[in-house]
């Protein structure tokens, strides 16, 4: 009789703890979409890297083609500022080129001598054009411009859609003077 009980306690405890894991396995799956599928998102990108770095190295002329960036963007429910920090060489003609066709919407772009939160930041460049030209005043003192890209809510945020795009920023420069 004592195997016969220790037998049906073992089965107890081998059968208990894989019943209760199917129950929290049934509750998660209750929370899933209809049919116990999960709720599906649409995702938008928009991002035309290649297409934009082609006509990016077309308008880089005279200057010399430095690098290109891409700062890649994930719309959000709310406004959002990206800002992009480039460093700078005294005695060297910088030229920039920003490009946001590969955004779903207009952006705002600002380019600044300080961060955009200071007060003393001079906006030296300001544009919603998805294709423009920048290029460095020779009397420029700062060590640095900063790209702040202001990007407006999501409308489709809600609706289960999530849009991506891109912003690709090329540089180039003059022949350093020694």
């Known amino acids: 009789m004592t195997k016969f009980s220790l037998f049906l306690f073992l089965a107890f405890l081998i059968a208990t703890p894989i019943h209760s894991h199917a129950q929290k396995k049934d509750k998660k799956s209750s929370k899933s979409g209809k049919n116990g599928e999960a709720p599906s998102l649409e995702i938008k990108d928009a991002c035309k890297r290649a297409e934009s770095v082609v006509k990016i190295k077309a308008d880089m002329t005279?200057?010399?083609?430095?690098?290109?960036?891409?700062?890649?963007?994930?719309?959000?429910?709310?406004?959002?500022?990206?800002?992009?920090?480039?460093?700078?060489?005294?005695?060297?003609?910088?030229?920039?080129?920003?490009?946001?066709?590969?955004?779903?919407?207009?952006?705002?772009?600002?380019i600044t001598d300080k961060p955009l939160k200071m007060s003393t930041a001079k906006v030296l460049h300001e544009s919603s054009d998805k294709h423009f030209t920048y290029e460095v005043p020779e009397g420029f003192e700062g060590t640095r411009i900063y790209?702040?890209?202001?990007?407006?809510?999501?409308?489709?945020?809600?609706?289960?859609?999530?849009?991506?795009?891109?912003?690709?920023?090329?540089?180039?420069?003059?022949?350093?003077?020694?």
């Open 62 to 110: 005279p200057f010399r083609f430095d690098k290109i960036t891409t700062t890649k963007i994930q719309y959000k429910p709310y406004d959002k500022v990206w800002t992009v920090v480039i460093p700078l060489y005294h005695s060297t003609n910088y030229k920039f080129i920003v490009n946001s066709e590969g955004m779903p919407t207009n952006v705002e772009i600002k």
């Open 147 to 178: 790209v702040s890209i202001r990007v407006p809510a999501d409308q489709e945020y809600n609706n289960r859609v999530r849009n991506k795009g891109c912003i690709i920023m090329g540089s180039g420069y003059h022949n350093l003077e020694f």
